[in-house]
């Protein structure tokens, strides 16, 4: 019998190999395959504007993949073949949730990062007794789908390479802060409440700003900035992970942070009568800086922040809390507990 790229089958001691499967945000439209084509398309278009290539699910899996690898495990992306020929094999499933459409593998499968926004887009989901476990990246979206999916919904988070991230803290500094705009919704009436106050704010006290709109701007211009910057005000209604913030945290750039303390996104009023507690900053601590609900209060935040910047320990954070190895570890404890 055939088993793929193995002439017997899959042991997960021996072989150190993980299978992934894998689907992006574009899905085939008028011929088998062309989303290759289009995503092909849609990074060009992004690099001529400047842009953001990649989707955070597509950021998130990158990230896991070189975790794994950095372990010492090949991944196998997207080998149905293999697979299939190993059913008792586990694998993994990630990504935009059309990734399991008609899916027909019998493996025991860690399902995420990614699929779904709230658990009542397939409330059913985990009633297949194949899928072991529903991975989130923050505690508070393990409370919003822990209701629906109880104890198979468990904690993964992406991490970060310190190498890629270096510490930023002894470089010559000449912007006080990065503001980084990720408001999604509303953003008109957002502009004239948060963000022209805060940016008023910070001019009445002689502070040297940059502002970086998500989404438009080049990866490599992000890390420019971050070498450049004392702080960054980090301004997002909510945070499943919130890899770009962590990012500013691995150079050791502290962060201001708006908090809200809900999920805005509209979609929620499909599912929840009330409102649903979320958090801009899932993965924080006092040594990463401060947070801050609202203009009205971002003046005391600001202050507390000026008082103590020189004191904020971000990148040791990321390095006990976020790093590669331990996210690729996580994730292969899940994954391992999947074929038991």
Known sequence: ?????????????????VLLFFEDIEQDT??????HLRRALRKLYHTVKRGQTRSGFGVAFTLLRRALESLGYRVVVNDHR????????????AGYPHVLREWTLPNPAVLGPGLLDHPGLAPALMEDPRFRSYLVPSDWMKALFGRVYGSRCALWYAGLDLEQWPDCAAEPKDVDFVVYDKIRWDRDGRAASLVRPLLARLEERGLTVTVLRYGSYAHREYQALLRRARGLIFLSEHETQGIAYQEAMACNVPILAWANGHWLDPQRTLFEAGPVAATSVPHFSDQCGETFAGADDFGPALDRFLARRGSYRPRRYVAEH???????????????????
């Open 30 to 35: 008028l011929v088998r395959n062309d989303r």
């Open 322 to 340: 976020l790093s590669l190895e331990l996210s690729g570890q996580k994730y292969l404890e899940h994954y391992r507990s999947a074929s038991r």
């Open 82 to 93: 293999l697979a299939r020929h190993n059913p008792a094999y586990p694998v993994g499933v």
């Open 1 to 17: 019998m055939a088993w793929g790229a193995h002439r017997r089958p899959l042991d997960l001691a021996r072989d150190r190999t």
